[in-house]
């Protein structure tokens, strides 16, 4: 099992064991109930949040900075969230199996998907789908709304972003603003325990117990800010015992590590350049978009190694097709069919654009009561691309001989989807959840393997921005920030009160270790 050490800062004073639970927020705005985090929060002068979130950008290196307001989940969400997220993983691996199958999937024998749109997920990378048992990461998009956790995104099955910065997120919230420290006694679970998962998982789909390794890019060909992020979560797969190789657009090279990628005869094997110590390999996990992948540097090795089973990947060929939003238009029906289960998250009311025609769209594009309560997004977005937010469009209109109509700006977007309907869907409009003027969503991680088993976050990772601003969900990243994310015991969480004995049990003992 990994091991982790991590050091946090405690200021003690005489009121730091006592009182009011946190106990969560689940709707837009801050529950009166949520006092403990206020308090601390209000107790803080503005140079003390202003020096944590300088420190905590120094730990993010500048890409995010962690919010001095925490988010605060309870037990049975939190089950909910790991519940959800197995369900998706195993869902999506029985339809990415079943398409697999060509002419004699069952979806064909269904009407949830037309032929045409299932030829949208076959997977055309491989030439023998029979020798392929998918597996892959998936990581959720979602809003917390009314207690409800509504699934955004159809799931990124290809790549899993901020998969480093869990750990780092609540480590720096400690540091950053120790006057904090009691969540530490009052919450369950960790993020540490979902990499200890994903270690056990992983030990299980390594063919003839090879080496293992950890394929990233490297930071010159990405935006700024990957470089810190790879570091992470390279520091955090060495202690899971892998071996890491850096991609270069040239090839596979060894740059930043002495390792580099061989082929002898059908096996891979990785090579370090200053030993020559040689290891075949039995398991990749792929810390990047397959796209780039695909497109960028020849990975063709790697591939026909996993489809002739010699070795696995973390992302089986095609997976990537899965994270088409066309999906979420369907997600609730194919559940049934391959599960016979209820989605545990729920899905906002999701449509094609391509079955409706150009007047019926354009009657809710030239109306802002109604384009107000959709979200538009293309099918193949990533990272917000591409991605309307109907409440946004609402500021686009001008009063012209009395009557509000679409600006030029505006015009040009509605040209954009219209010419494009049969790659867009349009999303009824969920609001993110405020605190303190901050929007969240959510997002969990989960891997399922070759055998079927599931590893899930026990912590969701959350980013946050400003209200009006750009985020992941309306377009390209504005002002995003970190928030240390928290799951409050249920013993905890009675009464809207703490038990005060077993606070002072807890607290006793942390004194006595030398905090």
């Not at 390279?234 to 899971?240: D, G, K, P, S, V």
């Not at 109509?405 to 405020?434: A, G, T, W």
Request: net charge positive; aromatic share 10%; proline share 4%.
């Amino acid at each position: 099992m990994m091991k982790f050490t991590y050091v946090f800062m405690f200021f003690l004073s005489t009121s730091v064991c006592w009182a009011q639970v946190p106990i969560m927020y689940d709707d837009v705005g801050v529950h009166d109930n949520y006092s403990y985090v206020l308090k601390t929060y209000n107790s803080m002068s503005e140079r003390q949040i202003q020096e944590g979130l300088l420190m905590s950008k120094n730990d993010f290196k500048g890409v995010n900075d962690i919010e001095p307001i925490p988010v605060i989940l309870n037990q049975d969400q939190s089950m909910r969230l790991q519940a959800g997220t197995k369900q998706l993983a195993r869902l999506y691996k029985a339809f990415y199996a079943d398409i697999n199958l060509g002419e004699s999937a069952r979806i064909y024998q269904s009407n949830i998907l037309s032929t045409s749109d299932v030829s949208l997920y076959m997977n055309s990378q491989s030439s023998s789908p029979t020798l392929i048992n998918p597996n892959f990461m998936v990581a959720t998009d979602l809003i917390l709304h009314k207690n409800n956790f509504y699934l955004i995104e159809a799931g990124v099955t290809s790549y899993a972003g901020g998969i480093g910065d869990m750990q780092l997120a609540r480590d720096s919230f400690f540091k950053s603003y120790p006057k904090y420290w009691p969540l530490e006694l009052m919450s369950k679970g960790n993020p540490i325990d979902f990499y200890n998962e994903l270690e056990k998982v992983y030990a299980e789909d390594n063919i003839n117990s090879g080496a293992k390794v950890l394929l990233q890019h490297h930071s010159s060909v990405l935006p700024n800010g990957y470089g810190p992020k790879k570091n992470r979560i390279l520091n955090i797969f060495r202690e899971m015992g892998f071996k890491d190789v850096t991609v270069e657009l040239s090839g596979l090279v060894s740059r930043d590590s002495p390792n580099a990628l061989v082929k002898i005869k059908d096996d891979i094997y990785v090579v370090n350049s200053r030993t020559l110590e040689l290891e075949r390999i039995g398991f990749v996990h792929l810390d990047m978009q397959s796209s780039f992948l695909k497109h960028k540097i020849p990975l063709n090795m790697l591939i026909t190694a996993h489809n002739k089973g010699r070795l696995r990947l973390n992302i089986s060929p095609g997976a990537e097709n899965l994270s088409n939003k066309h999906l979420l238009t369907v997600l609730e029906k194919l559940s049934y069919f391959y599960l016979n289960e209820e989605l545990i998250f729920k899905v906002p009311s999701t449509v094609n654009l391509k079955d409706y025609t150009d007047a019926e769209l354009l009657k809710t594009f030239q109306d802002p009561n109604l384009v107000k309560n959709f979200v538009f997004k293309s099918l193949h977005g990533r990272g917000g691309e591409d991605v309307y937010l109907g409440t946004d469009l609402t500021h686009e209109f001008v009063i012209k001989d009395g009557t509000l109509v679409p600006n030029k700006k505006y015009e040009k977007i509605i040209n954009h989807i219209l010419h494009r309907k049969d790659y867009f869907i349009r999303q009824e409009h969920i609001s993110l959840p405020e605190k303190l003027g901050k929007a969240f969503d959510l997002r969990t991680f989960g891997y399922i393997n070759s055998k079927d088993t599931v590893a899930s976050s026990v912590i969701p990772w959350s980013r946050s921005a400003p209200v009006g601003e750009k985020t992941n969900l309306t377009g390209r990243y504005g002002k995003a920030s970190q928030n240390a994310v928290f799951i409050l015991g249920d013993e905890f969480l009675k009464s809207g009160r703490f038990l005060l004995n077993s606070i002072k049990s807890k607290c006793s003992s942390l004194f006595s270790r030398g905090h």
